[in-house]
Every structure is written in C-alpha cells, then in structure tokens.
C-alpha cells in the first residue's frame, strides 16, 4: 500500500515528539507494518458485503495508531475511527500520526480498558490479543454487539509481554470463540501471525 507523503510527515512529527522513540519505533518494524496491511488486504474482501456504509471502526490496544493511519490511506470507505489503548502515553502519538484526519474530525485517540469501554462502531479491530488474558479477553468479547464485525489478530511469539500466544490457527480459534468468516496465517520471520474475522459465536 501507498503511505503519502504528507501523512509521512505526521508519523515522523510522531515518533519526533514521543517521550521514548525508540519504544515508538517498534510500532514500524517490518512485521508490524506488513501484519497491517494484510490486515486492510482482508478486512477489504469482507467489508462490502458485510458493511454498507462508510464504517466506524473501534481498534482495541490501538498502540501509537499506525493501523487508523494505514486504514484512512486505505481505499476502505471511513466515517470514523477510534484507537483506544491502556498505556496513557499512546494518545498523544496517536493523535500526531493521524492528525490530518483529527483536525477533520474523524479520528479520536482514547485512554481506557478496552474491557470497559462501550462498543458502538461497524467494526471492532483487536490486533493484541496477545496481550490480554483468557479472563479478559472473554469479559471483552462480552461487552461486544452481536452485530459488530470483528477483526481479530494474535501471534505465537513468546515473550514476557505475550500473556496469551496461540501455538498455532486452532488454539487461536479455541480462544476466540467467533463464527469465522475469514482466517488466515501470515508467516513473519520471527512468529507467525494469526487473523480471524466473524461475529460473535452467539
Ligand atoms: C505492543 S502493542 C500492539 C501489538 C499488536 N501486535 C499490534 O501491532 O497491534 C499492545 C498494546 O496493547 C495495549 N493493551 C494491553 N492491554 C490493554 C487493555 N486491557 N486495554 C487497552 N489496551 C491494552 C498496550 O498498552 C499496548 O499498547
């Protein structure tokens, strides 16, 4: 996918800005950047006939937003995205890297539990469920809308911050509890990454 120019500039006013760049620099590591966009390569087989208007879309553990920014550069239709994430220190990147679409009012980056925030958008996406308990995870998915299109992505890299990794694409599905629509694996050089796309298994 492209990244323009002017967007650029935005991501490194970002990283510029951030009180640690070199945390925030992980955020741009190859394998996050292309989980990215596989991620927006799915989600846009699904999304027309799943969503019939311009979306609002909640990403969960949304981290420095580099995912909004892909998405608004995306050709997906957007009315409006939030990125909310737990650590306070995200939403001021995340505001910097998708301050084009703040201005206009289409991007909001949020300080909160994902497990206690209320859910009203098209599509909820949660790229960290590796970060999240069982426990949490379910107390989450709980708080989800029947309706909602879920995007789901986990991995199988272990490391201390990785408190839930699924082996492999069943032991993903276990965890998830989803009526699956779209899965995939995407293989990095380091882990593997899983995908899952559906509803609430209800
Ligand atoms: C390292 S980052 C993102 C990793 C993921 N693979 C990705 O690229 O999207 C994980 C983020 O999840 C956030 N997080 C963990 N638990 C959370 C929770 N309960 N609610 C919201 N954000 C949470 C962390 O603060 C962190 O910014």
Redesign the pocket.
């Known amino acids: 996918m492209q990244i323009d120019t002017e967007h650029l500039h935005f991501w490194m006013q970002a990283i510029r800005q951030s009180t640690d760049p070199q945390r925030t620099l992980d ?1 741009f590591w190859s394998g ?1 950047l292309k ?1 990215k966009e596989w991620l927006i390569d799915n989600l846009n087989k699904t999304y027309y006939w799943t969503v019939d208007r311009p979306a609002t879309i909640s990403i ?2 949304g ?1 420095v937003g580099t ?1 909004a920014s892909m998405l608004f550069q995306s050709n997906l239709p957007i009315k409006y995205i939030e990125s ?4 306070p220190t ?1 939403e001021s990147i995340a505001t910097m890297m998708n301050k084009l679409e703040e201005q206009d009012g289409k991007f909001k980056a949020i300080t ?4 206690s925030v209320p859910l009203r958008s098209d599509i909820v996406i949660n ?2 469920c ?3 308990t069982q426990e ?1 995870y379910d107390q989450w998915l709980a708080g989800v809308p029947d309706n909602t299109l879920i995007v789901l ?1 986990s991995n199988n890299y272990k490391i201390p911050e990785h408190v839930r990794t699924a082996d492999t694409m069943g032991e993903f599905w276990d965890q998830s509890h989803i009526k699956v629509i779209h899965q995939g694996t995407l293989q990095l050089p380091m882990y593997n990454r899983w995908m899952i796309i559906g509803y609430k298994n209800v």
């Open positions: 955020a996050q989980s969960h553990g981290w995912l909310i994430d737990l650590d995200c909160a539990d994902m497990c790229t960290s590796e970060h999240i949490q992505q």
